[in-house]
């Protein structure tokens, strides 16, 4: 990586989870960064709001977060997800990250997984319409009962490949995959096929906190190689913004703009 990469830099708002969306956008702007939204603040603000300030300060949004959850892919998660696609058209989202969802109360984790391609077959040709790539996460196998069923690049590759691209891709997250033996094979891959929709930065720390989900770990402080990521991915030619989304507490507790500059300066050191 160059000192280039710096320009690349988005802030997914969930890093600063409590900031306020219309601060973060603003921060964002002066950086002359890009941003990853979420469904809750964007709802909170107000679709056409937050759109219009995208418009007017030339903020480029990476990536919306999230759908999915249609392991038991009931027609109301289809709508919401459709509703959900149409939020990232509005905003200009290229990317809609999709948490694919757990096992249903009394089910299996094949008939989730199953669940998972049926919902994409009825979703991909909406969002390729709209524009919008699905970008299937997967999330490390610790969240496989109660948040979601794909667990590695490959999995998430194998629902993608009977659909377009443009239509369903991947999110490679540091975080959820840098156990994966296979993950280097899997980046490959998804460059091969065209299917990196999402890049997401954060760090592994241990011991791990006793809220799992909010340990993730400020870029520089764990155990992944984080640049080693970066340069494989850049190596299949991905050239776009790489988010850092950080779900942490302690990060949660302090002020918005302290984090924003400490999560830049930190990209910039791992990765210049």
Request: proline fraction near 6%.
């Amino acid at each position: 990586m160059s000192g280039e990469a710096l320009h690349r830099f988005s802030f997914n708002h969930a890093t600063a989870k409590f900031w306020d969306q219309r601060e973060a956008i603003e921060a964002c702007a002066r950086a002359d960064c890009g941003i990853g939204l979420w469904r809750g603040p964007v709802a909170e603000q107000g679709l056409a709001a937050t759109a219009g300030q995208l418009r007017d300060s030339g903020v480029e949004v990476t990536s919306l977060c999230r759908g999915g959850f249609f392991t038991d892919p009931t027609p109301a998660a289809i709508d919401d997800n459709r509703r959900a696609i149409d939020e990232a058209a509005e905003l200009g989202a290229p990317a809609l990250v999709l948490v694919s969802g757990p096992i249903p109360e009394g089910g299996t984790i094949d008939a989730a997984r199953a669940g998972v391609g049926e919902a994409l077959a009825a979703l991909a040709p909406y969002a390729a319409e709209r524009g919008v790539t699905l970008a299937i996460e997967p999330l490390h196998p610790m969240f496989a009962s109660d948040r979601c069923v794909v667990a590695t690049l490959k999995e998430a590759l194998d629902l993608a490949a009977p659909h377009p691209a443009a239509a369903v891709g991947v999110v490679v997250d540091t975080y959820h995959i840098w156990w994966d033996p296979e993950v280097w094979d899997g980046i490959a891959r998804a460059g091969a096929e065209g299917r990196i929709a999402s890049f997401q930065l954060a760090d592994w720390v241990t011991p791990l906190p006793a809220g799992v989900l909010t340990g993730r770990g400020q870029l520089g402080d764990g155990c992944i190689e984080l640049r080693r990521y970066a340069e494989a991915v850049d190596a299949t030619g991905f050239g776009g913004p790489i988010e850092v989304e950080l779900f942490n507490d302690a990060l949660w507790e302090r002020p918005g703009p302290e984090v924003f500059a400490e999560t830049r300066r930190a990209f910039e050191r791992v990765l210049t």
